[in-house]
């Protein structure tokens, strides 16, 4: 698990390699990883966007930004927490993923950013 906390925000995620999904032979290595989002603020808040810097070894990185998570833009109130999951494709088999969420205070509107813990993607294949 690969945690950090930011404005007492914290953000654990948990890659595993989807090897049901993937088909080395054909340069297609999925991963998938769980979210949790942990609001130990004291005030509650929305997740307004999310900004992914994906690293592919071989294949350089790429930006992916966008509203939300998993199509939605979740409250969280204190002492509560958001939990998701989503994939990445990797080329090569081996990456790193790291980020921010845009997060909205709900009672004052202000916006902060909140990082998202880098994370190590190792294929399976790769690793044996």
């Given amino acids: 698990m690969f945690s950090k906390i930011t404005s007492n925000i914290k953000v654990s995620v948990v890659p595993e390699y989807d090897s049901k999904n993937s088909y080395p032979s054909?340069?297609?290595?999925?991963?998938?990883?769980?979210?949790?989002?942990?609001?130990?603020?004291d005030f509650p808040i929305k997740i307004l966007k999310r900004k992914w810097l994906i690293f592919d070894v071989g294949f350089g990185y790429t930006e992916v930004v966008?509203?939300?998570?998993?199509?939605?833009?979740?409250?969280?109130e204190p002492g509560d927490n958001f939990a998701y999951f989503s994939n990445v494709m990797l080329r090569s088999g081996?990456?790193?993923?790291?980020?921010?969420?845009?997060?909205?205070?709900?009672?004052?509107?202000?916006?902060?950013?909140?990082?998202?813990?880098?994370?190590y993607l190792l294929s399976e294949v790769l690793s044996n």
């Fill in 94 to 119: 081996v990456g790193n993923m790291s980020g921010k969420y845009l997060v909205e205070n709900a009672q004052t509107k202000e916006h902060f950013e909140v990082d998202i813990p880098k994370f």
């Fill in 66 to 76: 966008g509203d939300g998570v998993i199509g939605l833009t979740p409250d969280v």
């Fill in 26 to 41: 054909e340069n297609r290595h999925v991963f998938k990883y769980n979210i949790v989002i942990e609001n130990d603020a």
